[in-house]
């Protein structure tokens, strides 16, 4: 409890630094986009994070991430034609505040799922969130009639800080759905589910998920045929995309919402990097969006930085959010399916300082939490932070006070830092930090 009165007190700091509207005494609302809304426990979204709403970087038209959103748009456009039209629609300006409902329940997610944490997820409130993924959008767009569609924009997950993880990054997520007859083109005997499954009661029906190939209500023909397309759809996207010497790998995987689920790696740089997870969208899924429906369906979620970066050769993901002309300019008015490799413009140098200190008795290096500290940490030095690391854990043998180091990497992407400035923002850091959490810096 002690906690969270600290940690909003510093909300309120934050947010009356950045002009956001708070009550008088606590902060009892935020205003986002011009809508308010009430803040509560679950409450840990930053202005840092408010500032992202509504880049879009995935809609510039010069920046990477654009790019590889046209080309696999493209590919689906192409692929797949209905009478000549392209089969799916894509929305890519949905809003990134969802509701749990619309980023967890839909989904089947569990309500004790750890994706659910408060430590993983930015909230507005217990309600509320900056969408965690893309997925989020899948159930309201298949209650409003589609059945072949892609849903592109910024997701929100509290991580760590590193050249390969940024707390807003981009997905691409679909749904394809078959009918029977359009799924078993001249073999009308065949059908999408087993006898056992009636449509007319599908809300009553208990779908399990134990077998590995399949879900009980589906037919094997049906499950095998969507797994294929899926398959097959997914290596020529990535065949499109990195060429057809690419190497890639299935790997079986879970998802609360896809049965049987599978992640896609390719072998980049003598390494398997996973670029996007799938499966057989859970029936629950489609029977709750309309029970009518007599269509079985995958889906995808990929992301695009990880692409981009593996793609164009880009070393550090925060480079994406660059607008400094040595890196646009490398993007600018390029022909789509051109090969690009970005040339570093010129890698300034880093700066590393560490920060130890021993921890308040109600708080053990097993119980403080990491991703709160990364979002402080980046709050107040904001994008020269390029890395945070543990570094050491220690409890002191007689006096049992549990201590934790950690190593804070800086550096500027268009210019050399100075130690004495790097110096001032280390010390704004750890002032924010004891404030925080009462710790004692060493
Ligand atoms: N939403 C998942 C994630 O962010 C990715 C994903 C997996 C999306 C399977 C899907 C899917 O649509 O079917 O990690």
Redo the contacts with the bound molecule.
């Keep these: 409890m002690k906690l969270f009165t600290r940690q909003n007190r510093i909300l309120t700091t934050i947010l009356s630094k950045y002009n956001f509207s708070t009550a008088p005494k606590s902060v009892s609302s935020i205003q986002i986009k011009g809508q308010n809304f009430i803040c509560d426990d679950y409450t840990n979204v930053t202005p840092k994070m408010i500032s992202y709403l509504g880049r879009n970087l995935h809609l510039q038209k010069n920046n990477p991430l654009s790019i590889v959103r046209q080309r696999i748009v493209n590919y689906f456009y192409s692929s797949f034609t209905k009478r000549g039209h392209p089969a799916f629609s894509v929305y890519d300006n949905l809003s990134p505040i969802v509701t749990t409902k619309q980023n967890f329940d839909d989904?089947l997610i569990p309500t004790d799922h750890p994706s659910r944490a408060k430590s993983d997820c930015y909230y507005i409130n217990r309600g509320t969130l900056l969408r965690?993924?893309?997925?989020a959008h899948?159930s309201e767009l298949l209650r409003s009639g589609l059945d072949n569609f892609l849903m592109i924009g910024d997701?929100y997950r509290r991580d760590e800080i590193d050249s390969t993880h940024f707390p807003v990054f981009h997905?691409v997520?679909?749904?394809r759905s078959q009918r029977k007859e359009e799924l078993f083109i001249g073999k009308p005997d065949l059908e999408i589910f087993e006898p056992s499954y009636d449509q007319e009661n599908a809300h009553a029906y208990v779908n399990s998920i134990d077998d590995p190939m399949k879900q009980s209500c589906h037919t094997l023909e049906a499950a095998k045929l969507m797994e294929g397309q899926l398959k097959s759809h997914l290596i020529g996207l990535t065949k499109v995309l990195f060429g057809d010497d690419i190497k890639c790998r299935w790997v079986d995987?879970y998802?609360p919402?896809?049965h049987p689920?599978w992640?896609l790696e390719i072998y980049y740089e003598n390494n398997w990097l996973e670029v996007?997870?799938?499966?057989i969208?859970r029936n629950e899924i489609l029977v709750n969006a309309g029970p009518s429906r007599n269509t079985i369906a995958?889906?995808?979620?990929?992301?695009l930085e990880r692409l981009a970066m593996a793609l164009y050769k880009i070393p550090d993901i925060r480079l994406m959010w660059s607008t400094d002309s040595g890196f646009v300019t490398q993007f600018e008015n390029v022909d789509l399916n051109e090969d690009i490799t970005y040339k570093p413009v010129s890698s300034y140098p880093q700066c590393t300082n560490d920060m130890s200190f021993w921890l308040p008795s109600h708080l053990t290096i097993d119980t403080f939490m990491s991703n709160d500290f990364y979002d402080l940490v980046r709050d107040v030095g904001g994008d020269i932070i390029e890395q945070v690391k543990l570094k050491d854990k220690f409890v002191h043998p007689k006096s049992k006070k549990h201590s934790l180091c950690y190593s804070i990497v800086y550096r500027h992407l268009e210019r050399t830092l100075t130690q004495a400035e790097v110096n001032q923002v280390h010390k704004e850091i750890e002032k924010a930090v004891v404030d925080a959490y009462n710790v004692v810096i060493r």
């Design positions: 989904l965690a993924h893309m997925t899948q997701v997905q997520d679909a749904v995987a998802f919402f896809t689920s992640e996007l997870g799938c499966g969208v995958y889906a995808f979620g990929l992301g």
